[in-house]
């Protein structure tokens, strides 16, 4: 089973250095694949809004970069991780510059679900998606709109399963692990 | 407002001046200079790329008294280009020790019909503006903005007569030091069509550019597998 962590930090955050080797620690206890992709290391392109992905060379970016690398990541791995300092609410731009050019993964199709229009889905396959943020300190607004963010995010990317951990500055990192193997134990009952 | 203030329009799609973004913004810009206030505009993606750009972002954020900040939503949120250059002012504000109060207004369009879908942005603007010390004014959300495309609001005539009635009232409320009012927010957040008729059009829509590129047959394609 492959799973994939897009790292949304600047490398010199030592905490969060601490907390990835953590998640890919408990991964490996439950035998996932893990491929942790450093997207500060990587220099792709801003998404230019121009839909090609969609009508032009469907399910791909007409951009030529590391993101397709990203992307077909996103699409064979069976559980989908994003790592990121939670920035007013919201994904870090290091993170967000990547999740901006994989809208390649649904259809350009409108479709309603329970009542609400989304995006079709490309691929048959929901997987499973974790979002955890860092907060440098309690903010209950910013988890609130975090926890949303990612909720909203597994909507419109046909996820099987979504949960949001929220880490913050100085906490045990006992704590995290344990919810984060909670999240993982969760996965494998799907 | 006063005449002497200024006010400064970002437009932060990746398309820059032909995008839906742009005709919203230069919409409400055109009223408030209708009302003697200078505004200047420019392109959040042009401004990021290069350390120098990021500069002139920042002198303009502080020579500002409102900020208009117009984009599109993305996959839930703010398009990358726009985070990162709300990270950049976030930082150069802390560096700062005395900072005026800039009003931000917020203005906001997505490709679904529910203008509703565009809340998580908004609460992660408003978070922003907390977090800087902006004074927060509200925000104008739009959904069926592929119905717009990029063209003038005065060009998409009769369909869009709500939203023009409601950026005119926020016009007139900006200019009074007023936050946005609850008549315009609902006004421009109307649907303009029924939503049927929204995503048949736009379905079609996705056809005809596909077969424009020669894609129409492959527009399902599963790469990656």
Do not use: D, H, T, Y
């Given at each position: 089973m492959k799973a994939i962590i897009l790292n949304g930090f600047k490398i010199e955050n030592g905490e969060m250095a601490k907390i990835h080797d953590l998640m890919l620690e408990e991964l490996k206890k439950l035998n996932w694949d893990t491929t942790s992709i450093v997207l500060e290391d990587i220099d792709i392109a801003y998404c230019m809004g121009c839909f090609g992905c969609w009508v032009q060379t469907p399910g791909e970016c007409v951009i030529k970069d590391y993101e397709a690398e990203i992307v077909k990541n996103l699409v064979q791995s069976d559980l989908i991780i994003y790592f990121t300092p939670i920035t007013f609410g919201g994904y870090s731009s290091i993170l967000k510059k990547a999740l901006d050019r994989q809208?390649?993964?649904?259809?350009p199709y409108f479709t309603k679900v329970d009542g609400e229009v989304h995006h079709e889905q490309r691929y048959e396959k929901h997987q499973p998606f974790i979002g955890i943020g860092f907060l440098d300190n309690p903010d209950a607004e910013k988890e609130e709109v975090f926890k949303t963010l990612i909720y909203r995010n597994s909507l419109n990317m046909w996820t099987s399963y979504h949960e949001a951990i929220i880490y913050e500055k100085g906490q045990d990192p006992l704590e995290f692990s344990n919810s984060f193997n909670k999240a993982l134990m969760n996965v494998e009952v799907i | 407002m006063n005449k002497d203030e200024n006010v400064l329009l970002l437009v932060?799609?990746?398309?820059?001046?032909?995008?839906t973004s742009a005709s919203l913004g230069n919409y409400l810009i055109l009223r408030l200079e209708e009302f003697g206030l200078s505004v200047e505009k420019d392109y959040i993606y042009k401004l990021i790329r290069k350390e120098e750009g990021q500069k002139e972002l920042l002198s303009k954020v502080n020579n500002a008294d409102l900020i208009i900040l117009a984009f599109p939503l993305y996959v839930d949120c703010l398009p990358a280009g726009v985070i990162k250059a709300l990270e950049l002012i976030a930082k150069h504000r802390k560096s700062l020790n005395n900072t005026k109060k800039i009003g931000l207004v917020v203005l906001i369009n997505c490709g679904?019909?529910?203008?509703?879908?565009?809340n998580t942005a908004i609460a992660i603007c408003k978070i922003f503006a907390r977090e800087v010390g902006f004074e927060w004014k509200g925000a104008l959300s739009l959904g069926m903005g592929g119905a717009i495309g990029g063209k003038s609001l005065e060009e998409r005539g009769g369909m869009v007569r709500n939203v023009r009635k409601g950026y005119n009232l926020a016009a007139q409320a900006l200019v009074e030091k007023?936050?946005?009012p609850e008549e315009a927010i609902q006004l421009v957040g109307?649907?303009?069509?029924?939503i049927i008729l929204y995503t048949k059009m736009g379905n079609l829509g996705w056809n005809k550019q596909a077969k424009k590129f020669g894609a129409r047959k492959k527009i399902k394609a599963k790469p990656y597998l």
């Open positions: 809208i390649s993964r649904v259809l | 932060g799609s990746p398309k820059g001046s032909s995008s679904f019909p529910e203008a509703e879908q565009n007023k936050n946005i109307k649907r303009f069509m029924p």
